[in-house]
């Protein structure tokens, strides 16, 4: 069993900059690919961005390319997401989730959940 934990979210102006942490306790993040989702009010989950487990490689949705960065950190059992110039559109519940085998952005495929920290973007 992985247990995640997300802290970092809040309330921000749009043109602001958040990092968002995801720490695991259980197991090693080492064996799992991870990944960052959202789910805004009254809309389904949908995939953000999502690292290998060896960080070597990253997937990003279209809307959030060239602004997020999604980072890992197997030392400190952390999984980091850095969001820049966030936009109002970007306000909602952020969790990551850990995956032993499946696509990246498939949000079934993953296998433990984190309870989510919530991102706000005033405009």
């Not at 990092?19 to 953000?48: D, H």
């Amino acid at each position: 069993q992985v247990q995640l934990v997300e802290s970092g979210g809040g309330l921000v102006q749009a043109g602001g900059s958040l990092r968002l942490s995801c720490a695991a306790s259980g197991r090693t993040l080492s064996r799992y690919g991870m990944g960052w989702f959202r789910q805004a009010p009254g809309k389904e989950r949908e995939f953000v961005a999502a690292i290998s487990w060896s960080g070597g490689s990253t997937y990003y949705a279209e809307s959030v390319k060239g602004r997020f960065t999604i980072s890992r950190d197997n030392a400190k059992n952390t999984v980091y997401l850095q969001m820049n110039s966030l936009k109002p559109e970007d306000t909602a519940v952020y969790y990551c989730a850990a995956q032993t085998v499946g696509r990246p952005g498939r949000l079934i495929e993953y296998d433990y959940w984190g309870q989510g920290t919530q991102v706000t973007v005033s405009s």
